[in-house]
């Protein structure tokens, strides 16, 4: 059986990914404590990632999901920015280095692009002035680059991730569904552009068993992982309203912020991987949602 290797398991996405992965595959989790997925992980490793690896394994596939961010239970200081988006994934790839998996992947984010000036972004686009927890993550994304040549690596850089258990704050269409739950007034623009800025615990899952049936797709690249199908960002938001039955007044506001699309067509014809739909994705978070709400 595939074994795979899970480092920042105790984390939003990497907790998911012991979970549901490990019905299909010998999952190794890594994490600085204990955690609730104890039962489901083969084998649980209790590691710092920033302190160097010296534990003796040899998984066929590796994911980096460990990341510094706003939302994390750790403070946001400059310090934990730096550990865990640069030294550990540094520490990470010195140890893919040695013990030679079929493929390592490293979940990074669209935020590696800063400010977005292009109506849809593609694996090609621009960096323009990213914060620092950007800046951290494409720095990451070249430190994969700089072991490309003894490292056969993909980097997924995704939108707004959601799911079940989703935490308060992110992403924007959290935020936008608690309003709407709430019965508070919701404002929002550009309601008649395209919107697929979302992609969801399940299709990050779905997109890892699809890579690990077909180990020798991809050589060190870079893909935007994203719901298919953009729709006008109306519908929705006319969606979320409906499926939680919602009373909220919805405005629109004007603004000169330019809204983007994110760009699918690698994922979708290099990689032959076609993500579920805006729609899909925004029904099973709404979904989701409910479901937390009311048994929490």
Known sequence: MTSILIAGSGG?????????LSEKFEVIAATRSHQPFSDKARE??????AQPWRF?????????????HKFSRQPATTDAFLKSNIHALYNALNFAESCTPKLFIYLSTISVLGDIRERSVTEHSAINNPNFYGSTKFFGEKLVQTFSE?????TIRLPGIVGPNLPAGRPWLHTIAKQLQLGKDVEYYNPKSLFNNICDLWTINDFIIHLSAHPNWHSNNTVNLAASKPIQLFKVIDLMRERLKSSSSVTVRETDKTSFTIDTNIVENQYGYLPATTTEMTTRFIDDFVFDFNYR
């Open 12 to 20: 939003y996405v990497g907790s998911f990914l012991v979970k549901h």
């Open 44 to 49: 649980i490793i209790y590691q710092d990632l």
């Open 56 to 68: 003796k394994i040899n998984p066929d596939i590796i994911i980096y999901s460990a990341a510094q």
């Open 150 to 154: 003894k490292v056969t690596a993909i």
